[in-house]
């Protein structure tokens, strides 16, 4: 007998056969933000019948919009949430192969009450979930109902055909075209100026739907980079559709330098997020992105207020300011800034995970409406990348995000009392509000931000075993450097790996 490798799974092993006995879903997969493990090992197909039939139980909807993503897995996940709905009475709106994006549209646009993606993001293959939704694409996340579902399945385990119930229709719903119009109202198409770009689609849908945004527009698709939907992700280094992925982001600036491109974007799997080269092949930052499209809109507005993270926050804040919005901090992660968005009627907010919401798409995030917002900025602004966000690195120089992983969650929770009891040595620091983990400024001689300034915010992932560090700094990149190492060398010395290079490394 030899140890089980997937404890998720209670089996009996006979040499090398094994003779599964029983298959109970993990209960670890209902998650802050949506629904995530391995599929086959933390559930089977099953399951998410199950899970369509308890949404059913605790929300009561008449009509759902369905999609799923281009994972090999995911149209067989698909069926059975779709024959969990009809079995519970609910109509299906059967939307196919979608990017996330693309199923918050449906659900506003059919006025639907709710509405599920099977995807698993940027995770490799052998993953797949949900995200899920509800009226209006409002989330239901682990604030609003998520884990009501778990508990329902908890409490119910069977959930079988629900007796008593007409069987729900299925349609199939064609809308590629009402979503591109939708996409084109954001911006003026015929204001964009010629440029020569590259494509990084991580194997997702991204590429088909930037190709026809791009119709009958003076912009050039130089390179393309895993622009074919393959669900199997194999072409991908590591196999992880993750534009922030080192190895996957030297794949897009080499294209950059080759092509001469004027500016690259990336997408992860699922397409929901955006990430942005400028002409020299450099990563931007999505603090950076964020300040720049917050100021865009308000100039167009004429006012509003901006929600961001308390990843990075000084140039964003200043941005905001300066084109008269309003700057709202609010804590990371998607369910959280929608809820505030729709509480505050926000304008924008941005998150430095390339998250991008808009009010007027329905308070959700997308991943295409910043790729033509960011081309009309540069063409009506007569600039490269580079040198619209100049101004801002050299201003708010930042760390970009560090990954630090521990042994275990106790490691973790240990390091931030470390971290808190060697704050008082590293300077003049001030403590901020605690809106997502430890976030710390440190002021030179005054009550405000200047050169000589310096700050940072350590978070516990939400979705990885990690803790997250990103540093910021007032007009000195020798400062930045400086105190990241400084950091990084105590959460190291506490045990942590530091897992991402620093920006300035790879830069030697």
């Not at 992983?405 to 929770?413: P, W």
Request: glycine share 8%.
């Amino acid at each position: 007998m030899i140890d089980n490798p997937f404890p998720a799974v209670r089996c009996l092993w006979q040499g090398a056969a094994i003779t599964k006995i029983e298959f109970p879903m993990n209960p670890n997969i209902f998650r802050a933000y949506d629904i995530r493990g391995i599929f086959d090992v933390d559930f089977e197909p099953k399951d998410f019948y199950r899970i369509a039939c308890a949404y059913t139980d605790c929300f009561q909807p008449r009509t759902v919009a369905l999609g799923h993503d281009v994972r090999e897995s995911s149209l067989q996940l698909c069926q059975q949430v779709a024959a969990g709905f009809q079995d519970s009475g609910v109509n299906v709106l059967d939307l196919g192969r979608v990017s996330t994006d693309m199923l918050y549209f449906a659900v506003a646009h059919y006025q639907a009450d709710g509405g599920i993606v099977i995807s698993a993001s940027h995770n490799p293959a052998m993953y797949n979930g949900m995200k899920l939704v509800r009226q209006h694409a409002a989330p239901l996340s682990a604030d609003t109902g998520l884990f009501d579902v778990r508990d329902a399945l908890k409490n119910d385990p069977a959930f079988e055909k629900q007796n008593g119930h007409d069987s729900g229709t299925r349609r199939s719903m064609q809308f590629m075209d009402a979503y591109l119009s939708h996409l084109r109202s954001f911006v003026n198409l015929q204001r964009l100026s010629r440029r020569r770009i590259v494509i990084n689609a991580n194997g997702g849908l991204a590429g088909q739907i930037a190709e026809r945004l791009l119709e009958d527009t003076p912009i050039q698709v130089c390179k393309q980079l895993f622009v074919e939907p393959d669900g199997s992700f194999a072409q991908i280094p590591a196999g992880r559709p993750d534009p922030l992925r080192p190895e996957n982001r030297e794949l897009t600036t080499e294209a950059v330098r080759q092509t001469g491109a004027d500016l690259a974007v990336a997408w992860d799997a699922d397409a929901d997020r955006c990430f942005f080269f400028d002409e020299t092949g450099e990563f931007v930052e999505g603090c950076y992105i964020t300040a720049l499209l917050a100021e865009s809109l308000l100039q167009r507005e004429g006012d509003g207020s901006v929600i961001f993270d308390p990843r990075a926050v000084w140039a964003v804040e200043n941005a905001v300011v300066a084109a008269n919005g309003i700057p709202i901090l609010n804590r990371c992660g998607h369910s959280f800034i929608k809820a505030r968005m729709r509480k505050t009627g926000a304008l924008f907010a941005g998150e430095a995970s390339g998250h991008y919401y808009f009010r007027d798409n329905f308070y959700a995030d997308n991943g295409m409406i910043p790729f033509l917002l960011m081309l009309e900025l540069l063409s009506l602004q007569r600039v490269s990348l580079a040198e619209a966000v100049h101004r801002l690195r050299t201003t708010y120089p930042v760390s970009g995000e560090i990954n630090f992983s521990f042994e275990t969650h106790h490691h973790l929770q240990d390091t931030f009392a470390a971290v808190s009891g060697a704050i008082h040595a590293w300077g003049n620091s001030c403590f901020e509000a605690p809106i997502d983990g430890l976030s710390v400024r440190f002021l030179s001689d005054s009550s405000a931000p200047e050169r000589g300034s310096w700050r940072f915010n350590l978070r516990e992932s939400n979705t990885e075993p990690l803790l997250r560090l990103n540093v910021e700094a007032v007009g000195c990149e020798a400062l930045l450097i400086e105190k990241t190492a400084k950091i990084s060398e105590k959460l190291e010395s506490i045990g942590g790996r530091r897992e991402t290079k620093f920006r300035w490394e790879s830069e030697e």
